[in-house]
């Protein structure tokens, strides 16, 4: 493995409390270690730190050092291997050759550990991290914790920038490709050919892992709807690779289609659209219109080029269960029953597609999801938002109880509390103050940021799921832009029996 990541540690990985003395100072962001196990599956792991502090004597040699023991102990402890740790003790003004933004550590981690720097990241919360992978040949990668809202304005246009470690992590993940090319190649040929044989593949996208069939093989179709447990009045969603393949699906691709296309496809926005012939009734429960959308995902596109036909894919989970965005919940909820897990790596956008119906009149919205109805809106105008008659739905997504854990669930909007006798879980928003009790805490966003906490969502619900709990609270959003996503298939996940209507 020849990739790396150089890491910024104050503001980065850990808070910044100025010059850190002692390792009682030491605070780790929450998502720091899960952001850190998932980069180290692909890159090793380096820290980059300038501590003036040393050169003004405001702190010693060995302070530093002590920290940098804890930082690397506490992260070696969770399973995180930090192969160096590079510190400049110098001011800027002194001038060293060791001083960021020159990469004189990252052209030394080349020469020692055989770094390829043009696909190698830094990640950092000053303007001189984004500089420094620039004169390294690397990749910046801005965080907006530490100093990074102070200095974002310093920052070149084209900079990339996230809000914290885990949104950079997952950013570093999608644009580097799912592991290595040449065995993602090999598994997308073989998933390709188990496909075209009639087989049931799961794959990535950048909204949820799907579990797909040939869109024309109705045999394979109904394994799909066998494999999840899902009605057969539930229409699925065909994935393409180009519009082409699009326009071989429908009767008809109107103006407006073409508008959202253009402005949205590849991407998180599935349209409903009048079917062509060609498509089975098993595929679109009966009704008249497909359901159709371009995923935005390397590893997807490949795949369904490669297949050379359309893919119907549902979510790869069993039906009415909370969606999986890494191929780890795929394994832990379908097992065998599925012929290849293809790994894309995790989901960046992390809920479904947002599903616009074109049928009649104005678009109207089946289903908020990965695209905020406000942009949908931006491009034409007002969009209907209908309901739908329950136990027929015209898409996907749209049944009252569905996206569930298999705790119990409730969404509470008012003062949270742990529930009396019961270890209670919390799914927050914002890690609010909240009282003391919970038996676990996940946070969907520390900063507010609802792309973010999209992305969170469903791999925090399957994190508290695993722990055995008696019942799961949850925080509902701003409901607004992916917002009314978010808290549809919060409202959707807490309509399970055993819902608590009223918490003590």
């Given at each position: 493995m020849n990739l790396a990541i150089f890491l910024d540690r104050d503001g980065t990985i850990i808070e910044d409390r100025g010059h850190l003395r002692s390792p009682s100072q030491v605070v780790f962001f929450p998502d720091t270690v899960r952001a850190l196990r998932m980069l180290q599956q692909r890159f090793r792991l380096f820290i980059v730190t300038n501590q003036p502090g040393i050169a003004e004597g405001v702190i010693g040699p060995d302070d530093v050092a002590g920290v940098h023991d804890f930082v690397l102990d506490h992260l070696a402890q969770s399973g995180i291997n930090i192969e160096r740790v590079y510190c400049c003790p110098h001011r800027r003004v002194d001038g060293c050759r060791c001083i960021k933004p020159k990469p004189y550590y990252l052209r030394?981690?080349?020469?020692?550990?055989?770094?390829?720097?043009?696909?190698?990241?830094?990640?950092?919360?000053?303007?001189?991290?984004?500089?420094?992978?620039?004169?390294?040949?690397?990749?910046?990668?801005?965080?907006?914790?530490?100093?990074?809202?102070?200095?974002?304005?310093?920052?070149?246009?084209?900079?990339?920038?996230?809000?914290?470690?885990?949104?950079?992590?997952?950013?570093?993940?999608?644009?580097?490709?799912?592991?290595?090319?040449?065995?993602v190649g090999n598994e997308i040929s073989r998933a390709?050919?188990?496909?075209?044989?009639?087989?049931?593949?799961?794959?990535?996208?950048?909204?949820?892992?799907?579990?797909?069939?040939?869109?024309?093989?109705?045999?394979?179709?109904?394994?799909v709807f066998e494999i999840k447990g899902r009605p057969r009045f539930d229409p699925l969603i065909a994935h393409v690779s180009d519009r082409r393949q699009a326009r071989s699906l429908v009767a008809c691709f109107p103006k407006v289609a073409r508008k959202l296309a253009r402005r949205f496809w590849p991407g998180p926005l599935t349209l409903v659209l009048p079917k062509s012939d060609r498509v089975p009734d098993i595929v679109t429960a009966g009704l008249p219109t497909v359901a159709v959308r371009m995923p935005d995902h390397p590893a997807a596109l490949a795949l369904i080029r490669e297949a050379g036909v359309p893919l119907a894919a549902p979510s790869a989970n069993p039906f009415g269960r909370a969606s999986p965005t890494t191929a780890e919940?795929?394994?832990?909820?379908?097992?065998?029953?599925?012929?290849?897990?293809?790994?894309?790596?995790?989901?960046?956008?992390g809920i479904e597609s947002t599903v616009v119906s074109l049928v009649e009149g104005k678009p109207a919205l089946l289903r908020a999801g990965g695209v905020a109805v406000e942009d949908i809106e931006a491009v034409v105008g007002p969009v209907l938002r209908p309901t739908s008659a329950p136990n027929h739905p015209a898409a996907p997504g749209q049944l009252p109880q569905h996206y569930a854990p298999r705790t119990p669930l409730a969404l509470y909007a008012n003062d949270l509390h742990p529930v009396t006798g019961q270890r209670t879980g919390l799914l927050s928003f914002r890690g609010r103050s909240v009282s003391l009790g919970f038996a676990?805490?996940?946070?969907?966003?520390?900063?507010?940021?609802?792309?973010?906490?999209?992305?969170?969502?469903?791999?925090?619900?399957?994190?508290?799921?695993?722990?055995?709990?008696?019942?799961?609270?949850?925080?509902?959003?701003?409901d607004t832009g992916l917002g009314l996503a978010i808290n549809d298939r919060l409202r959707r996940a807490s309509s399970v029996a055993g819902r608590v209507e009223k918490v003590t």
């Open positions: 030394r981690a080349a020469r020692e550990y055989g770094i390829d720097l043009r696909k190698s990241f830094v990640v950092g919360d000053h303007p001189h991290d984004v500089e420094l992978a620039s004169n390294a040949g690397a990749t910046g990668i801005y965080v907006l914790t530490g100093h990074g809202e102070k200095h974002r304005a310093d920052l070149p246009a084209e900079a990339i920038v996230t809000s914290g470690i885990w949104a950079a992590a997952t950013r570093i993940v999608e644009m580097s490709g799912p592991r290595d090319c040449r065995d390709a050919g188990i496909l075209r044989a009639g087989g049931v593949v799961a794959f990535a996208t950048e909204t949820v892992y799907g579990l797909g069939a040939n869109v024309f093989d109705t045999e394979a179709v109904a394994r919940h795929v394994r832990q909820q379908l097992g065998g029953d599925v012929e290849l897990v293809l790994d894309g790596g995790p989901c960046r956008v676990a805490v996940e946070v969907l966003s520390p900063y507010g940021d609802l792309e973010e906490a999209a992305a969170n969502l469903f791999a925090a619900l399957h994190r508290l799921d695993a722990l055995g709990l008696d019942l799961i609270l949850a925080d509902p959003v701003p």
